[in-house]
């Protein structure tokens, strides 16, 4: 199963409202499908988990949603350490672990 | 504090082996499966294979069959990976990843929880 992040580069202003989209080549459980914010120079982060369920001390700005093969993280009022790269991340088919290849969100 | 920390960074040359650690802390070594990604410069990441501690079973990815072997010493709580006949195109960070899914019951969820900082890995002549 392939992901499709989108867009590729996404530009806002700290305050702004992010939409990050991931696509999925065939139907995959929500159960599945997990987000993760890399910073440069560190190793990733997880974020969401089961398409909605936050990670241990995220913040709740960040929320996901989705099913099927459609799926999206929302951060609602960027802060200025959100400016980092995000990939989504399915389990399931051959082969069994697969991401996205990310979305880039930078300061506008 | 659960964490993972992995061995420094490597220089190898092309057709050489490395191996690289990743010491587990905070948690019972033996509940969780424990993964390898990596990621070249610039890139996104990529799933190497997996291995469960209790049993030492693993599974490798399809790609690395043949060239990569994933072991652990219990008594030292410490994962390995150790990847044969390197080319200039196996330049890259490799991470070792918790898999949050517990291995004896139902317990916890399905991705990536916790990440070792990552191996710089550089394979030049």
């Known amino acids: 199963i392939a992901l499709t992040q989108s867009p590729g580069t996404l530009s806002l202003s700290p305050g702004e409202r992010a939409t990050l989209s991931c696509r999925a080549s065939?139907?995959?459980?929500?159960?599945?499908l997990a987000w993760y914010q890399q910073k440069p120079g560190q190793a990733p982060r997880l974020l969401i988990y089961?398409?909605?369920n936050r990670a241990t001390g995220i913040p709740d700005r960040f929320s996901g949603s989705g099913s099927g093969t459609d799926f999206t993280l929302t951060i609602t009022r960027l802060e200025p350490e959100d400016f980092a790269v995000y990939y989504c991340?399915?389990?399931?088919?051959?082969?069994?672990?697969?991401f996205g290849q990310g979305t880039k969100l930078e300061i506008k | 504090q659960v964490q993972l920390v992995q061995s420094g960074a490597e220089v190898k040359k092309p057709g050489a082996s490395v191996k690289v650690s990743c010491k587990s802390f905070?948690?019972?070594?033996?509940?969780?499966?424990m993964h390898w990604l990596r990621q070249a410069p610039g890139q996104g990441l990529e799933w190497m294979g997996r291995?469960?501690?209790?049993?030492?079973?693993?599974d490798y990815a399809q790609t690395f069959q043949g060239r990569v072997t994933m072991t652990r010493d219990t008594s030292i709580s410490t994962f390995y990976m150790e990847l044969n006949r390197l080319g200039s195109d196996d330049t890259a960070v490799y991470y070792c990843?918790?898999?949050?899914?517990?291995?004896?019951?139902?317990?916890?969820?399905?991705?990536?929880?916790?990440w070792g900082q990552g191996t710089m890995v550089t394979v030049s002549s």
């Open positions: 991340q399915q389990y399931g088919s051959s082969p069994p672990y697969t």
């Open positions: 905070g948690y019972t070594f033996t509940d969780y499966r």
């Open positions: 291995i469960t501690p209790y049993s030492g079973a693993t």
């Open positions: 089961g398409a909605s």
């Open positions: 990843a918790r898999w949050a899914r517990g291995n004896y019951d139902d317990s916890g969820f399905d991705a990536f929880d916790i």
């Open positions: 065939q139907s995959i459980s929500s159960t599945y």
